[in-house]
């Protein structure tokens, strides 16, 4: 699995590198990350936020933000189509 970015507005999903079905991503799911700007790293030090929709990893130290979205690649330049219902779509079901 790939986390990419899905949609406009910063929609993260997952994807199967094998045969490219999308899937929700659980905010567990989200891999940790140690901080570039202060280079602060004990486990847990950079915590995953939703901010605005969108997942946010921000350093607890230096409060530096990013946008996990802003990350990642966009599906269309690893998969092919492949629709995926997201939350407030009218057909969505979890």
Same mark, same amino acid.
Do not use: T
């Given at each position: =699995?790939?986390? @990419?970015?899905?949609?406009?507005?910063?929609?993260?999903?997952?994807? #199967?590198? +094998?045969?490219?079905?999308?899937?929700?991503?659980?905010?567990?799911?989200?891999?940790?990350?140690?901080?570039?700007?202060?280079?602060?790293?004990?486990?847990?030090?950079? =915590?995953?936020? @939703?901010?605005?929709?969108?997942?946010?990893?921000?350093?607890?130290? #230096?409060? +530096?933000?990013?946008?996990?979205?802003?990350?990642?690649?966009?599906?269309?330049?690893?998969?092919?189509?492949?629709?995926?219902?997201?939350?407030?779509?009218?057909?969505?079901?979890?």
């Amino acid at each position: =699995m790939i986390l @990419i970015r899905s949609r406009e507005g910063g929609f993260v999903s997952q994807n #199967c590198l +094998k045969c490219g079905k999308a899937y929700l991503v659980q905010e567990g799911q989200i891999p940790d990350l140690d901080c570039d700007s202060c280079k602060w790293s004990p486990k847990g030090s950079v =915590m995953v936020k @939703i901010i605005d929709k969108n997942y946010v990893y921000e350093c607890e130290r #230096c409060r +530096k933000r990013w946008v996990l979205a802003e990350l990642l690649p966009h599906w269309s330049e690893l998969f092919p189509y492949c629709g995926l219902a997201a939350p407030g779509d009218g057909h969505f079901e979890r």
